[in-house]
């Protein structure tokens, strides 16, 4: 039996170390990256980055190929690999990625197999193999350019046959649409200076951009309200000093150090006349009696003096005595020292000036002599009572290919506070810019041609929330798509954070759905944890449900605290919840018969 031939080293080309060991590692690398729960990664820039969109993808691959390309092309094993390297490297990338893309559909990640980006990843290989390709042949002063040229062009053809991407949720794109709603221009999206119009016609550009069926001529349904606004003046100063001019100042910020109360009246106030009430005054004859006789100067048939409520006992009206809220109900104006600056929005005007304040050392200092004649302040308070200010709910439906009568329903309110003054605005970000752009990935997923559900699903954007549902109980009114039909509606409001998972309105009263949705989290772990909360009427989905339509309000917990105020901006935002409420939403609503 002869010898089997031992290997020889050819005399004319040395041995090299083909360094195999660093597309493997690559390779390690992109699969534990891919394969890893999309809720699992560490913090949101690196999620984004690893997110996979269409460059990303291409990206991965350019190493991937690269590195294969040089450990191939330097071992000496198998020859022929070594000889068709370019293509070699091709078609094994491709192959590695489509594996990928594979085992992120069966295995249930929460994250999507996808044909676009397995192209992304065979035009990042053809990219790497051309480079090379040119790169060696100009080295070995060879004329390999026509193969080059070849991987390069194919590379060029496949990326302009890509389909622009429209990835449903796309992390880079939801930063984009919560920055671009909390933005300056929309106003906080109220009724000054056109807020509402100006959101609502951004978000009409989108859902035509995502090809979404109107449910109402321009996806828009008119409605109006009556609301108060605070479109300028918001000036609040005092001053020290019995020379008026001459003392210290000190100028409150309107959204910063005060806030206007929702209801506020509008008015002018200047001179002495603050005046002080907390637990103490009024808990002695003495102290109410003072606190009467120092507030009884009347202009234009009001106590023309504001009265500075310092502490929670006062601020509960039954808790005083008869005749100080006599006197509070007819005082020019009340300010109350709050803890939080929480903003709202209401539909009615108080005669009086309402304003809420931080507490403030000066505030303290001013309010321990209660008659001291040291204290000048100045208050001037634009409020405009708008009546029947027309805004508007924005409806849009995917019809379904099977059951195209019976719906599913997203909603989120695209409303917010709108402005307190001319220099400041409520951006709105987690309330509800988040929602807003989690039912427009939502959509985006659903109007992919292969995710194209079983029933319809609409998508509703309503408007007016913040000043008592009124958007959303409009709709129930006079529902563009019958309610009888409405198989479930799901609600996003608050969906900016998510470090402690996220809470279910409904979740106690409809157990089956809520234990589905539990099932769900738990197979996928999308969201650290959720938790159930009975009726409540804070959000979007409450006028449904009271008609008996089945609903869900999902809102995100943990991360930023900032609610209805300045600090509520899309930097504030963590993300940590939204990918994994992503999935857990479509997962619902697909098991609700939006699947095929
Ligand atoms: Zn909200």
Request: with cysteine; glycine share 8%; aromatic share 8%.
């Amino acid at each position: 039996m002869p010898a089997p031939p031992t290997p020889k080293p050819l005399p004319t080309l040395p041995p090299r170390r083909p360094y195999a060991a660093l597309p493997i590692l690559w390779a390690i690398l992109v699969l534990v990256l891919t394969l890893t729960p999309a809720q699992e990664m560490p913090i949101t820039p690196v999620w984004e980055l690893l997110s996979f969109d269409t460059a990303a993808h291409a990206g991965v691959f350019v190493v991937l190929a690269g590195l294969s390309w040089f450990s191939l092309s330097r071992q000496r094993r198998w020859p022929r690999l070594a000889r068709h390297v370019g293509l070699v490297v091709v078609v094994g990338s491709t192959l590695f990625g489509g594996l990928i893309e594979l085992l992120q559909h069966t295995m249930g990640l929460g994250r999507q197999g996808d044909w676009t980006d397995l192209l992304s990843d065979a035009i990042g290989a053809a990219v790497a193999v051309g480079v090379l390709t040119a790169w060696a042949s100009w080295r070995a002063r060879r004329t390999g350019y026509a193969a080059a040229m070849l991987w390069l062009t194919g590379a060029a053809a496949a990326m302009s046959a890509t389909p622009a991407p429209a990835k449903a949720q796309d992390m880079p794109r939801v930063r984009r649409t919560i920055e671009k709603l909390a933005a300056p221009q929309m106003h906080g999206r109220g009724y000054v200076k056109d807020g509402d119009k100006k959101a609502a016609a951004y978000l009409r550009g989108r859902l035509k951009e995502l090809k979404l069926e109107p449910l109402a001529p321009d996806y828009t349904q008119p409605f109006t309200l009556d609301v108060n606004t605070f479109p300028s003046k918001m000036d609040f100063r005092l001053e020290h000093g019995f020379v008026p001019g001459l003392g210290p100042k000190w100028r409150l910020q309107p959204g910063r150090d005060f806030i206007a109360t929702a209801n506020s009246g509008g008015g002018q106030l200047s001179g002495r006349f603050l005046r002080y009430l907390d637990s103490v005054t009024v808990s002695t004859p003495a102290g109410v009696e003072e606190f009467l006789r120092t507030s009884q100067f009347k202009r234009d048939g009001q106590y023309s003096c504001m009265v500075v409520l310092l502490d929670r006992y006062v601020q509960q009206p039954a808790h005083l005595p008869e005749a100080v809220r006599a006197r509070l109900d007819s005082v020019a104006a009340v300010l109350r020292v709050v803890p939080k600056l929480t903003a709202s929005v209401a539909a009615t005007q108080s005669k009086q000036v309402q304003l809420e304040a931080l507490p403030h050392p000066m505030l303290h200092r001013i309010g321990a002599p209660i008659s001291s004649p040291a204290w000048t302040s100045t208050t001037a308070i634009d409020a405009q009572l708008r009546r029947n200010y027309q805004t508007q709910n924005l409806a849009a439906v995917i019809r379904g290919t099977a059951q195209p009568d019976s719906f599913l329903v997203v909603t989120a309110h695209y409303d917010h506070l709108g402005r307190m003054g001319k220099d400041v605005y409520f951006p709105g970000a987690n309330d509800n810019a988040s929602g807003v752009a989690l039912l427009l990935e939502l959509a985006a997923h659903y109007a992919r041609p292969e995710n194209r559900p079983a029933c319809s699903v609409a998508f509703l954007l309503f408007g007016a929330e913040e000043a008592g549902l009124v958007g959303s109980r409009y709709f129930v009114a006079k529902p563009l798509v019958p309610l009888q039909r409405i198989k479930f509606l799901v609600n996003l409001d608050l969906l900016g954070t998510g470090e402690q998972g996220a809470t279910v309105v409904n979740g106690r009263l409809l157990e089956a759905p809520y234990q589905r949705l539990v099932a769900l989290n738990d197979a996928h772990r999308y969201l650290p944890q959720l938790a159930p909360r009975g009726r409540a009427a804070n959000s979007d989905h409450f006028p449904f449900s009271e008609a008996g339509v089945p609903a869900f309000f999902l809102y995100t917990r943990g991360g930023s605290t900032a609610y209805h105020d300045v600090n509520d901006r899309p930097e504030a935002l963590s993300l940590a919840g939204f990918a994994g409420a992503f999935g857990l939403v479509r997962d619902f609503l697909n098991g609700m018969g939006a699947a095929k």
